[in-house]
C-alpha cells in the first residue's frame, strides 16, 4: 500500500490514547468506509470490534499495516451529533475515543452483533387454539394466556403488565399450535388525548409548560419545584408537545426503580410506546431499544444513566428528572455526568433541556443565578396536598430500641391507627454497621480494605449471621468467637436496616413491614413488586435512599428520619448538601395526596446551624448560604476541580506515579496542584490508593493543563506499575 493511500484510523476498546491504523477489509475501498461504522480488527492474537474514527494517511514509521477484517455495518451506527458530542467527551474526560464509544454503545453492538429487530410483536389464538380453550385446565398460565388472547391480539408488552411469566405458557401453547407469535400493528391513539384524563395544570405548571414549549432551539430550564408540586406533569405535557410535532423525546431518571413507576403514567397517558432503557434489561432489550431510537421508530425513551446515549435523529426534548441526584455520575470507566452531557447533547440537537428537582445541585442553582438557566419555580404542591409538618425529635439522654425514640414510635403508632403508612429511614442497610467484642474490644475489620492506621469495619447482615465489607464487597461467616480473647460476647454496634426491620415486625406485628435497599430488591422489578404487595393498606416501610427518591406512596402519612448526624461533620465539602437534599427529598414522601403528613427528624445535635436553617427557611435557605460559603473557600461552583487517582498492590506506586505527574502538570498558577496524599480510603479491595487534586477558577485553564499533560502521563515509566484514572468534576473526593 502506498503511503499515500487512505487507511482507516480505528478506535478500539482499550485504556490507549491513540488510534490503531489498519487497511480496509478485503475487497472494500477506504473511501466507502465512514466515520462511525463499527469494524472488526485483528490485534495481536484477538479479534476486536472498534470503531472507525476517521480516514488518513498511514503513520510512514508504524510497522506492517495490518488490513480489517469486515465492516459489522452498512451505514454508520455513530454519526452527526451522537458521533460529534462522543468526541466532545473524549475530549473533556481525556479518555481514550476507543473507550467512549463502546460506553455509547449496548454490549450486544459492541460484541459486534447486528443490529436487532425492532418490530413490535404480538400473540394471536389459532382456531385451532380457540376449538382447544374449553379443554385447558382452568387456573393455569395456559388457560389463562388463551382466555385474554380469545377476546383479540395482545403486544408482548400488554401481556407484560397483564400475567406474570406469561412467556412459559405461550412456549406450551405454541408448541401445539394453539397460539402463534405475529408482528403487531401500533395503533396510536392521537398525542394527548389522554391527557385530558390526568389533573389540570395550575398555574405555575401551566406558566413552565408554556414556557418549555415555546423555546426556540437549545434552552436549558431548571425546573426548581418543591416534592409533591407535580414536576412529572410538567413532562409529560412538554413530551406530549414534543411528540404533537413529531419529535422524539428522552427522559432520564437517577434509578431502576423509578422507571417502572415513570413508564406506567407515561404509558398510560400518553399515544406512543414509551421504552424503558436500563441496567435490569437484557443485552438484547438494551440493544432492541437503543436500534428503535436510532431508526426514529422509539418517540419516547425512559431510562438510567447510560440512556443518554440514545440516538436521537428526530430528538425535540431531553429531560433529566432529580437532577441533583450523583448516580449519574459515573464513578469508573469514562467518569461522565449524564447531567452534564445531556446538556451538551440538547445543545447540539438545538432542543429544550429540562432539569428537574426539588433540591437542585448547587451548581444547577448557580447557573440559573447566572442565568445561564431559565428558572422556572412550582413553589406549592398540586391538588390538596400540603407540605408535611417538621419536628425535630431530641435523642440526647433519651432510650432507644434500635435507634428508634419513644416519640417516633408512639407517632407510628397513631399513624398506624389512623391507617395510613409510615416510612422509616435509614441510609445504612445491613443489621448492624460493626461487630464488637464486648470483653476486650476487638472488631471485625476488613482485611483488604484497613490499614494500622485506618479500620474498616465489616458489617453485620442477615441478623447477625454474616459479615459484609460495603466497599469491597468481601463477606465472611460471623465468628463464634472473639478472635483475640475467645470470648463469647460478640454484639452488633450500631443500627442498619436489617435491625430496624427486626424490632419493628416484632413490634407492629398486625401489619406488613417491607425492607427497601438494595440488599432486598437484585430481582428485577422486586422493588416495584414490594410496593404493590403494600398498596394502601397500613404498613411500615423501612428503607435508605432508594426510598428518597421521587416515589408517590399516596397514604404515606409519617416519616421517621432516623441517624443523620453522621453527615453534620463529614470531610467531604459536598457533604451537607447532599444531606439537606436527603432529608427534603425522604421529607417529601410524607403528606402527598389529601392526607396531612409529618415527619419526625431525630438528631443528637437539634441545634445545628445546617438543620436550622433547613427547617426555618427551607432547602434555598440552606443553598444561599452554602453557595456563599463556596464562594469564599473557592469551590464548586466557583472553581472547577479535577482529581487523579493511583491505586497498586504496594503503597510506594502510586505515590511515586503521582509524585512524577506532579510534575508533568506544573505551570502557570492559574491551575493549583495540591497533593499527593493518600485517598480519605487509603486501602480498599487490597490496592493502596493516593491522589492528586488540581483546581482552578477557570475550566479553560484547567482543561488546557490536562490536555498537554495526558501524554506525558501516559509515557511516565512509573504508570506502568500503578492502575490510574483521571475524574474530570469529581463529585466525591475519594
Known amino acids: 500500500m502506498s503511503a499515500s493511500a487512505l487507511v482507516l484510523k480505528v478506535a478500539l476498546p482499550l485504556p490507549l490514547p491513540w488510534l490503531f491504523d489498519y487497511a480496509p477489509p478485503p475487497g472494500v475501498e477506504a473511501a466507502r468506509v465512514l466515520p462511525g461504522q463499527r469494524v472488526r480488527v485483528p490485534l495481536g492474537t484477538r479479534e476486536l470490534i472498534g470503531v472507525v474514527d476517521s480516514l488518513g494517511a498511514a503513520d510512514p514509521h508504524a510497522a506492517e499495516l495490518r488490513q480489517a477484517q469486515a465492516l459489522c455495518d452498512d451505514v454508520p451506527l455513530l454519526d452527526g451529533e451522537l458521533l460529534a458530542s462522543l468526541r466532545w467527551l473524549a475530549r473533556y474526560t481525556h479518555a481514550p475515543a476507543g473507550e467512549v464509544y463502546a ?18 410483536w404480538a400473540w394471536r389464538l389459532t382456531e385451532a387454539g380457540a376449538t382447544a380453550l374449553a379443554g385447558l385446565r382452568k387456573g393455569t398460565r395456559p388457560r389463562r394466556l388463551a382466555e385474554l388472547l380469545h377476546s383479540g391480539d395482545r403486544d408482548e408488552d400488554a401481556l407484560d403488565q397483564a400475567i406474570d411469566d406469561w412467556r412459559i405458557g405461550a412456549r406450551a401453547l405454541a408448541k401445539r399450535g394453539l397460539v402463534e407469535r405475529v408482528a403487531s400493528v401500533v395503533q396510536m391513539r392521537g398525542v394527548g388525548d389522554s391527557l385530558a384524563s390526568g389533573f389540570a395544570p395550575n398555574a405555575e405548571q401551566r406558566a413552565a409548560v408554556d414556557g418549555i414549549d415555546k423555546a426556540s432551539g437549545f434552552a436549558p430550564f431548571l425546573l426548581d419545584g418543591v416534592t409533591g408540586s407535580g414536576k412529572t406533569e410538567v413532562y409529560l405535557q412538554a413530551i406530549a408537545a414534543c411528540l404533537a410535532r413529531g419529535r422524539q423525546a428522552l427522559v432520564l431518571v437517577p434509578e431502576i426503580g423509578l422507571t417502572p413507576q415513570l413508564l406506567a403514567r407515561f404509558r398510560a397517558r400518553l399515544g406512543v410506546a414509551v421504552h424503558a432503557s436500563h441496567s435490569g434489561l437484557s443485552d438484547g432489550e438494551r440493544a432492541r431499544v437503543w436500534t428503535a431510537a436510532w431508526r426514529g421508530e422509539a418517540r419516547v425513551v425512559v431510562g438510567t444513566r447510560s440512556a443518554v446515549f440514545t440516538p436521537l435523529p428526530e430528538a425535540g426534548l431531553i429531560v433529566v428528572d432529580e437532577e ?29 433541556v429540562v432539569l428537574g428537582s426539588a433540591t437542585p445541585s448547587l451548581e444547577s442553582l448557580h447557573n440559573a443565578n447566572e442565568g445561564r438557566y431559565r428558572h422556572l419555580r412550582l413553589t406549592r404542591r398540586a391538588g390538596a396536598a400540603r407540605p408535611p409538618q417538621v419536628r425535630v425529635v431530641d435523642v440526647r439522654k433519651r432510650p432507644l430500641q434500635a435507634g428508634l425514640s419513644p416519640q417516633a414510635l408512639d407517632a407510628m403508632r397513631a399513624a398506624l391507627d389512623a391507617g395510613g403508612q409510615v416510612l422509616v429511614f435509614k441510609n445504612r442497610r ?52 472473639c478472635p483475640d480473647c475467645a470470648s463469647l460476647a460478640l454484639q452488633p454496634q450500631g443500627v442498619g436496616t436489617e435491625r430496624l426491620e427486626e424490632l419493628l415486625a416484632e413490634r407492629f406485628a398486625q401489619v406488613p413491614v417491607l425492607r427497601i435497599d438494595s440488599a432486598s430488591t437484585r430481582r428485577k422489578d422486586a422493588l416495584e413488586q414490594a410496593l404493590a404487595k403494600l398498596g394502601d393498606t397500613p404498613g411500615i416501610l423501612v428503607g435508605t435512599q432508594m426510598l428518597a427518591k421521587g416515589h408517590d406512596l399516596a397514604n ?3 416519616v421517621c428520619v432516623v441517624g443523620v448526624d453522621e453527615g453534620l461533620f463529614s470531610a467531604d465539602f459536598r457533604a451537607r448538601e447532599k444531606l439537606a437534599q436527603l432529608l427534603i427529598q425522604v421529607a417529601g414522601r410524607a403528606g402527598r395526596a389529601a392526607r396531612a403528613g409529618e415527619v419526625l427528624l431525630q438528631t443528637h445535635h437539634p441545634e445545628h446551624p445546617m438543620l436550622q436553617t433547613l427547617i426555618a427557611g427551607g432547602y434555598h435557605a440552606f443553598a444561599d448560604a452554602e453557595l456563599a460559603e463556596r464562594a469564599a473557600a473557592d469551590l464548586p461552583p466557583f472553581a472547577h476541580l479535577a482529581l487523579l487517582r493511583a491505586e497498586a498492590r504496594h503503597a510506594d506506586a502510586p505515590m511515586a506515579f503521582l509524585h512524577a ?17 493518600p485517598a480519605p480510603m487509603p486501602r480498599r479491595a487490597g490496592l493502596h490508593r493516593a491522589q492528586l487534586l488540581l483546581s482552578s477558577a477557570s475550566r479553560r485553564a484547567l482543561q488546557t493543563r490536562l490536555g498537554l499533560a495526558m501524554p506525558a502521563l501516559h509515557a511516565l515509566p512509573e504508570a506502568r506499575r500503578t492502575r490510574w484514572s483521571l475524574d474530570v468534576d469529581p463529585v466525591d473526593l475519594y
Not at 454474616?466 to 464487597?473: A, D, E, K, S, T
Request: aromatic letters at 6%; hydrophobic letters at 35%; proline letters at 7%.
Open 661 to 677: 505527574a506532579r510534575q508533568a502538570l506544573a505551570g502557570e498558577d492559574s491551575v493549583s496542584v495540591d497533593g499527593p496524599f
Open 324 to 352: 441533583h441526584d450523583t448516580s449519574y455520575k459515573q464513578q469508573d470507566g469514562i467518569r461522565y455526568h449524564a447531567r452534564d452531557f445531556a446538556l451538551v447533547r440538547g445543545k447540539a440537537l438545538d432542543v429544550a
Open 556 to 558: 404515606l402519612t409519617l
Open 430 to 481: 445491613g443489621y448492624a454497621p460493626v461487630l464488637l467484642c464486648h470483653d476486650c474490644g476487638w472488631s471485625a475489620q476488613c482485611r483488604r480494605c484497613s490499614t494500622p492506621e485506618h479500620g474498616r469495619p465489616m458489617t453485620v447482615h442477615a441478623a447477625g449471621r454474616r459479615l459484609q465489607c460495603h466497599h469491597c464487597g468481601a463477606r465472611q461467616i460471623r465468628p463464634d468467637a
Open 103 to 120: 460506553t455509547a454503545l449496548p454490549a450486544a453492538l459492541r460484541r459486534g452483533e447486528p443490529l436487532p429487530d425492532t418490530r413490535t
